[in-house]
């Protein structure tokens, strides 16, 4: 049965202004279902496939927390005030049973290293975007009472993301929230939401305790509480006429933002989420599917997923406006090399408006999407007058490339050298490959081919008007092929060091030429050394 607990009010030490005006005999109530809540959205991180992806490879020990964590009793009170003295702060910190409980639910629960490890890729962000509106870097502590850094979390009530916006909150701050995107599950544009909306309530209280009430409940139900308590603005005067929810807001932000300093006192070893520290935002101007991404960089699809948690069904829907593509760095250059080949990638069964492919909602091995769904009916191509040939994999190879440059289904590739339903490959794997016995030997060639030389393959593959295919390759340039709205210019920015002026002389175009180039057209970059 669950129950509110009844904690009387003590006074702890001199200060402590608003619990020192309460009667001895008031009684104040914490809310056993908001520290439940909390302690639900901890364990929620081990849903994240980063999370899972730490953990088994990292020792067992690493997540346990020894039994002194547990039994915080043993830590007197003095201890845990003066440490939360010592913690550099424009946000009061103040000291009571109720906060004591709040750093123990902080503080003993096994998910405890993994949020800590979780703040490597998260904090930096949000602490670059609260300094720009000069707000208190304190508040990157939010995130973890709110969403315990989850940026899919959904409460009971609706609100999402890392921030927990509910849905007005959020179109109020111009977040694009729809069936295929929900931008309150984008950490970087709630984060800014985020911070707008703090900034305004500062403007309001002038409070930074108010401040975080009021982003729980709301200023009207603050403003309700001041009143009650007869005009007194002090966070502790009005705790008791505040929403039984928010009455354990601020202590439970407290109790995070002491976890966050003092884990290494309770003997907490974070866990190492191995989440890219470096990323790269790519503008995408086309639909795009994330499974396409996956399949052609090789990149697992949960990675993809928790690298952009806004995309809801895995679909970016462009139709005029741009969307961003979050991606490791390593794999940002591959993506603008082989973007025409991403979108073209299984464009038909994605984008099918006769087939609607589902994601599902949970992402286990079990029912996570595989090109095996759709391939039910899949017959093997017969290998009469056709000639074998071996592909051994090199690094940044993808099986829908492969078959590109073989000009063969991917299905095929996969009969062929029983590829699982991942499309896992490896480096140096060695590979077959059944090509017809005319064009045996344009297709001997690819094996021994630079990535450069590969990527013409796959042009002269793709039939498409006005394209050059006549080169003689040479490994000191790199081959790039014109897509649609490009001009010399906005390519050169994509190569740091070379101007379109350097494109131009290098392929002997004209004034003329250069302002009738066509999409397709491949063009000669020379490679930096």
């Known amino acids: 049965m669950k129950k509110d607990i009844l904690i009387v009010a003590l006074v702890f030490f001199t200060g402590f202004s608003g619990f020192a ?16 809540q909390i302690e639900d959205d901890l364990d929620s991180l081990l849903n994240l496939w980063y999370v899972k992806t730490a953990i088994k490879s990292s020792d067992s020990k690493t997540i346990k927390l020894p039994d002194s964590i547990v039994n915080i009793k043993q830590i007197p009170d003095s201890v845990l005030i003066a440490r939360l003295n010592a913690i ?9 049973q109720i906060i004591r409980r709040y750093i123990e639910v902080y503080t003993k629960r096994k998910s405890a290293p993994i949020l800590i490890g979780l703040t490597d890729y998260y904090f930096p ?3 670059e975007i609260l300094d720009k509106y000069d707000l208190p870097l304190e508040l990157k502590y939010l995130p973890i009472i709110e ?4 940026p899919r979390a959904v409460s009971r009530a609706g609100a999402t993301g890392l921030w927990q916006f509910m849905y007005g909150t959020g179109r109020m701050f111009h977040l694009e929230i729809n069936s295929f995107v929900d931008d309150r599950r984008d950490p970087v544009k709630a984060s800014y939401a985020a911070a707008q909306f703090l900034s305004h309530l500062y403007a309001m209280y002038k409070d930074w305790t108010l401040v975080l009430a009021a982003y729980n409940c709301g200023p009207g139900n603050v403003n309700k509480a001041i009143r009650r308590a007869k005009g007194k603005r002090d966070y502790w005067d009005i705790y008791p006429y505040l929403p039984r929810e928010t009455r354990g807001y601020v202590p439970a932000f407290i109790g995070a933002t002491y976890m966050m300093n003092y884990y290494h006192k309770h003997n907490i070893q974070p866990v190492d989420i191995k989440m890219p520290i470096m990323t790269d935002t790519i503008m995408v101007t086309k639909k795009l599917h994330l499974m396409q991404v996956s399949e052609v960089l090789n990149i697992p699809i949960e990675q ?3 690298l952009n948690p806004q995309y809801k069904k895995d679909i970016i829907p462009v139709t005029v406006d741009p969307y961003p593509l979050r991606l490791p760095f390593e794999y940002s250059m591959m993506f603008l090399d082989m973007e025409d080949s991403i979108y073209a990638y299984k464009d038909s069964i994605y984008f099918n408006p006769k087939r609607v492919v589902i994601t599902p909602k949970k992402y286990s091995k079990s029912n996570y999407y595989s090109a095996s769904s759709y391939q039910s009916n899949y017959k093997p191509p017969s290998t009469k007058n056709m000639t074998k040939l071996s592909y051994t994999v090199k690094t940044g190879d993808a099986i829908g490339l492969i078959a590109d440059w073989y000009d063969v289904n991917i299905a095929d590739i996969k009969y062929w050298n029983k590829v699982g339903r991942r499309n896992t490959i490896r480096v140096g794997q060695k590979l077959t490959v059944y090509v017809p016995n005319k064009k045996a030997y344009k297709y001997k060639k690819i094996n021994t081919m630079n990535p450069s030389q590969k990527n013409v393959v796959t042009y ?7 394209a050059n295919t006549d080169f003689k390759f040479d490994g000191n340039y790199v081959y790039y092929k014109i897509k649609k709205g490009e001009s010399l210019w906005t390519i050169a920015k994509k190569y740091p060091g070379i101007s379109n002026l350097d494109i131009m002389k290098l392929n002997n175009f004209t004034d003329r030429e250069v302002k009738t180039l066509k999409a397709g057209q491949v063009i000669k970059i020379k490679r930096k050394s």
Do not use: C, F
């Open 125 to 127: 962000m949000i602490e």
């Open 147 to 150: 969403s315990a850094l989850n």
């Open 460 to 466: 002269k593959n793709t039939p498409t008007k006005g």
């Open 21 to 36: 005006n309460m009667h001895p005999t008031d009684t104040i109530v914490v809310n056993e279902k908001e520290s439940k």
């Open 88 to 96: 550099p702060s424009l946000i009061e910190l103040p000291y009571n």
């Open 304 to 306: 993809v997923r928790d």
